[in-house]
């Protein structure tokens, strides 16, 4: 099985921008007692306000793994 991956816009808890955070993990997302989605930024700020949640496609991930196999990376 996997892991299901998001593009998550939400508001930076240092700048108050709103930034976008892509292939964050489901377990970075949660609801607070209202319902509402927030995202754990790290350690320090773990409930920032979320704008947007887009699940990644699985055809994508795949895609990119692919080209990776492939190509490798620039550190390699």
Do not use: I
Not at 17 to 28: F, I
Not at 48 to 57: A, K, N, R, T
């Amino acid at each position: 099985m996997t892991k299901k991956l998001f593009n998550v816009k939400y508001v930076n808890p240092f700048s108050g921008r709103e930034t976008t955070e892509v292939e964050v993990s489901a377990d970075r997302l949660s609801q607070n007692d209202s319902g509402e989605t927030v995202f754990r930024y790290n350690d320090f700020h773990p409930t920032c306000e979320v704008v947007g949640v887009v699940e990644v496609s699985q055809a994508k991930l795949a895609a990119k793994e692919a080209y990776f196999t492939r190509w490798g990376t620039a550190s390699e």
